[in-house]
């Protein structure tokens, strides 16, 4: 334990001697707060006025992890929220691989991938499409860890209080949303008994694709996942397509067969259209299948503790490097984002050997090099050691000056 | 013109109007001539306080309306005056409700015009587009209707309609009539000429509170402070977020309220509307579904954002029921002592 901690120590010790660390706006107007290697709890309620005084800071006490506060305070070091004096605060989205259906069956590559593809969703489907904000009001960031956070900085969203917060996040995570505003029953012919008119058929209808909000999303969704089905269906892959089915909440092997016999041109032509046909049993299905798989999952798991709705959390420091992977914290442009990966963008250190023993039989790709490490010594390139001792899959036992 | 600003007495062209109209403070408060004026604004008061609605008054004349415009000032300076929460959210409320019935029968120019007033970003498209910044500044969004995930949510904007743009001002104007009664200082001139009004509302609010006290088991006086004030703010039509209406109803279960009582209890909500209140409240107390709901504890109310401030006892309890029974254990041991 203790050579860990001196040779993640020693290496961050180097990064942070010459960081590459974009400070943040409003700086000192932020509270900071710092874990350290060799120290349990804490240190928060700290405040730096100028970019020296951070860096000075850093050099001197290596901090193993590094936030600052999304919030703006009128006196960031004060000790109690009170008297802080809370003047606003960005809207984080934060998305951990903790939020991956599968997440734990994944390795750290695999993982990071799912996360980048639902960090895109975010992005492009919900704040950019529906939010409208631009692409100057967002930053983003690896996380250094597991996942991403996107920074929202707009004058009118950082008022915005808890409430307001929290609709954001149940919007993106489809909470609350009434299916009566989705699907309607349109009576399409009408019979006469004596005076009254009575509806003798109906059929379900969804809203067009293009509409704005959740309308179309769902919409969308069931358009793309009918094709696809479709698809299989016309190239054999009828077993592969029940399997698909099956994995829905509701549906039995029935159900699934019959819905794909009864897929046919027409049909997914119909649905185009908007048009379901379809009991309102599958409807509840399509619905609940649609906005599970839109939506995104940003809550951590519990419901009662919000990420984004917290108005005075502290978030990792972009530029600060993450005690547990050795990676940075790296600002990402939403037009790289697609080609980024954080395993090549996001690594400091760099290639001299380090001795290492590992503990932990692990597969990685780093700076584009393919390790496959079994239980035992062996030399690996000073990146990879930090990345390892820091997970705790390796452990040091001299350090090489 | 003079109907309008009676309607809408809040206006910065009803202002104007009185500025333009010579007359002061003085004769409103004395002069005879203006006996009508001071009833209707004590009547304000008393409507918003038996039915959240200010309540109609005739606009046929000229002095019918003059009357109406002039009593709004007054009724307004006597909350100051006497200066009771209850009484402001109420009364801030009503006059909200009143302008809300009234925007509805407006054309679409009109309501765009009180809007900018309140800085309400209302754009004018097909429908009305608002963007959704302001839209969850003043929008009851506990109610499933009016989250945020049920509006056609685009490029940063929501269309909505007239009516849905009425009943953001609405929100918008309750919240500015209340922080301006709020931030106002009674003069001394003031609360003599309305002494015996002043003690009369203030003794009437003593026994409604009183009367609200005694429903059963459940004392108000008795509650933790997050209690207190949730249970305030829903009464008063404040925007109350649904967790904090959730902790509400199952605390007032955990302490022994039927679901009947409870629903007494949310009735004087505008917004109300009973079938999905009661479905709500008999989901949370178990009457229809399969789980009762404990009340959440201190941490997780604090995590919710609705603990507002922990008092002397709140720092040695960790439940909000534990905060009720201590009181309840802390007045009958003052009875044994007697």
Known sequence: MKRKIEFLKEKFAEYYSNPNIEFPDRFSTRECGFLFFDRGSMLRHLSFSTEKELFQFLKERIPAHSYYSSAYYENPGAPTMEKKGWNGAEIIFDLDADHIPGAEKMNYEEMLGEVKKEFRKLIEDFLMRDFGFDIEEMKLYFSGGRGYHCHIINE???????????????????????????????????????????????????????????????????????????????????????????????IGEKGAEKFLDELSDDRVKRIKLGILDQSSGIRKIFLKEAVKRSAIDLSTGKADEPVTTDIKRLIRLPGSIHGKTGLKVEKVTIDGLKDFDPLIDAVVFGDEPVKVKIVRPTKIRMKKEKFNLNVGEIEVPEYLAVFLVGRGNAVINSISH | MLEKIAKYPFLKDAKKWVEE???????????????????????????????????????????????????YPIARMLATCVNDPYLNGRYSLAEARHAYKNLGEEPTSFIMDVAKEFDVDLEVGEDLKIHFTDYLKYSPTWSDKWKLVNRPLKKGRIEISKMNGARLIQEALRKRIYSEII???????????????????????????????????????????????????????????????????????????????????????????????????????????????????CQTMRSWGICFGKDELCKKINHPTSYHKERWKSVKKKKDEK
């Not at chain 1, 929290?166 to 012919?189: A, M």
């Not at chain 1, 019979?191 to 959740?214: D, F, T």
Request: glycine share 8%; with cysteine; aromatic share 8%.
């Open chain 1, 156 to 250: 009118k969203v950082i008022k915005m209080g808890n409430r307001e917060r929290r609709e954001i996040i149940d919007y993106i995570s489809g909470i609350g949303l009434d299916e009566r505003g989705i699907f309607h029953e349109r009576i399409i012919d009408t019979k006469m008994y004596g005076k009254k008119v009575y509806p003798s058929s109906k059929r379900l209808e969804m809203p067009k694709p293009n509409e704005p909000g959740w309308k179309g999303r769902v919409s969308r969704w069931i358009i793309e996942f009918t094709e696809k089905l479709y698809q299989m269906k016309k190239e054999g892959k009828k077993e592969g397509a029940i399997d698909y089915l099956l994995k829905f909440e509701g």
């Open chain 2, 183 to 297: 931030d106002a200082r009674p003069s001394k001139e003031m609360m003599d000429v309305f002494k015996k009004e002043i003690l009369m509302i203030k003794n009437e609010l003593m026994m409604r509170e009183e009367e609200e006290v005694t429903t059963g088991e459940a004392s108000v006086a008795k509650f933790p402070p997050c209690m207190k004030k949730l249970l305030g703010a829903v009464q008063s039509g404040m925007n109350v977020p649904h967790v904090g209406r959730f902790a509400l109803v199952a605390f007032l279960h955990s302490i022994g309220l039927k679901s009947e009582e409870i629903l007494g209890l949310f009735s004087t909500s505008p917004d109300f509307n009973e079938g999905k209140t009661r479905y709500q409240i008999e989901h949370i107390t178990g009457k229809i579904s399969s789980t009762e709901y404990a009340p959440p504890q």
């Open chain 2, 21 to 71: 109209s010579g007359v002061s403070v003085q004769d409103i408060l004395y002069d005879r001539a203006y006996e009508r004026t001071r009833i209707r604004g004590k009547e304000r008061l008393r409507n918003a306080m038996d039915k959240a609605d200010i309540g109609e008054s005739g606009l046929a004349t000229e002095p019918e309306c003059v009357t109406e415009i002039l009593s």
